[in-house]
């Protein structure tokens, strides 16, 4: 697990801090130079499929690692272990 992890961080696009839900939509934003309001609208229409959508939205928030390199996914996963 340790690899997988080690590849997702070396992730270029980032969880960014101070996102509204997480920073996903911000943290793309930032690695492509985009207005960040343009990419929440475009999430926002998206999850008028919410089948998908919504599916990958927690994917990519679970995934992503944030700038710190913390990942949430991880970090879920190394509480449950310690119990």
Do not use: H
């Amino acid at each position: 697990m340790d690899t997988f992890f080690r590849i997702l961080r070396s992730s270029p696009v980032k969880r960014a801090p101070g996102g509204i839900l997480g920073g996903v939509a911000s943290g793309i934003a930032a690695q492509f130079n985009w207005p960040v309001s343009y990419v929440r609208i475009a999430m926002l229409l998206s999850f008028l499929l919410p089948v998908v959508s919504l599916p990958m939205y927690g994917v990519l928030w679970l995934l992503l690692p944030k700038t710190d390199g913390t990942i949430a996914l991880e970090q879920l996963l190394n509480r449950t272990t310690r119990r």
